[in-house]
């Protein structure tokens, strides 16, 4: 009985210690997931939010982006379109708070590879949005880029993922 | 030499017959005559709900119109992840093909497999030329497309509301590897 105490403190130390230790020294896999689903929820917003609060919101959502990002969206069964640049996202983003009272954001499903120099991340991912409060909801598959600039892991590159060619 | 005494014999009904013993019948009913029995009972149940209902199976709500009249929207079903375990998908099984994981799926029809040849003739499938029966199909609009082949690897997938227009139905050839699971009827 007393090794089986041994063991069980043993194991809980271990435990105690791998969490600290991923905590203190995330991996650039945790820091990139920590970073889109912060996107996401800074993305998202409710009717109780002003004009000037949507302004605020859409340049916190534009700092996770490079300045040359580029998006690119071929969803199904709409026309594609190219966002080019931090500045564009950021008014695309204002233009959304004007005309949609409220948006949920999330990436339900989220795998990161990091490239083997440490600087460059891929995350393939389930975008789902959720407007104006209704049951259905917007998913599609994305290939977002990531490089890290500046100390910080920026989204330089995002891409729809067709499901079904 | 010390005798003992068999307590069941001296006293002829038991020590919870009243309800005052340490088995009470709430006891009985809450952990059992032998709480370790109780407790490793819990825990198989436990695992094998886990397994059963968060690998083996998985529960979808249908958003859209595609898969009317067959799944209509806002129904739930189980998915089956074990399905195709011991042999391919098959035509005309309702599959749940991924996107990025499992959270969120698309619902659809198989209609081509690999190695076939998938086209749209006035509403219905073709398969190498062929019009596939289809006795799901009660309606049908004015589809058309050329045909399509399938490598070794792929499937054709399409929802069985063909009375929508063609560009609103998502609809073409899935990779095997999206596939995960066959919905249960």
């Not at chain 1, 690119?72 to 708070?97: C, E, M, Y």
């Not at chain 2, 069985?160 to 999206?178: E, L, S």
């Amino acid at each position: 009985m007393k090794i089986v105490v041994q063991l069980a403190v043993a194991a809980a130390a271990l435990a105690a210690g791998l969490w600290l230790w991923t905590t203190i020294f995330p991996s650039p896999q945790h820091v990139i997931r920590a970073r889109l689903n912060e996107m996401a929820r800074d993305a998202s917003f409710n009717s109780s939010q002003g004009p000037q609060e949507g302004y605020a919101a859409a340049q916190t959502v534009g700092n996770f982006f490079s300045t040359n990002v580029e998006i690119t969206l071929n969803a199904p069964g709409s026309p594609g379109r190219t966002l080019t640049g931090r500045d564009q996202i950021i008014q695309t983003l204002i233009g959304v708070h004007e005309s949609v009272t409220r948006l949920e954001v999330d990436f339900p499903d989220l795998n990161v590879t990091v490239g083997p120099d440490q600087d460059s991340a891929t995350a393939d991912l389930t975008f789902r949005a959720q407007v104006d409060g209704t049951r259905d909801s917007i998913a599609e598959e994305m290939k977002v880029t990531l490089k890290k600039i500046g100390g910080q892991w920026l989204v330089t590159h995002i891409e729809t993922v067709p499901v079904l060619t | 030499m010390p005798l003992k005494t068999d307590n069941s014999l001296a006293n002829p009904l038991p020590p919870n017959a009243n309800g005052s013993g340490s088995h009470s019948w709430l006891s009985i009913i809450l952990i059992g005559r032998n709480w370790r029995f109780t407790l490793v009972r819990t825990v198989i149940w436990a695992v094998l709900c886990i397994i059963i209902f968060r690998v083996v199976l998985v529960r979808v709500e249908v958003i859209g119109v595609s898969m009317l009249p067959t799944c209509p929207e806002y129904s739930r079903h189980w998915v089956n992840r074990c399905a195709f375990l011991w042999h391919g998908p098959q035509r005309g099984d309702i599959v749940a093909i991924r996107l990025a994981g499992i959270h969120e799926m698309l619902l659809k029809r198989i209609v081509g497999l690999p190695g076939e040849s998938v086209a749209f003739s006035d509403g219905h499938v073709l398969i190498n030329g062929a019009v596939l029966n289809e006795p799901y199909e009660t309606n049908t609009w004015d589809w058309e497309q050329a045909p399509v082949a399938l490598t070794n690897d792929e499937y054709y997938v399409v929802g069985d509301n063909r009375t929508m227009p063609q560009q609103d139905h998502y609809h073409g050839v899935c990779p095997r590897y999206r596939i995960i699971g066959k919905i249960l009827k």
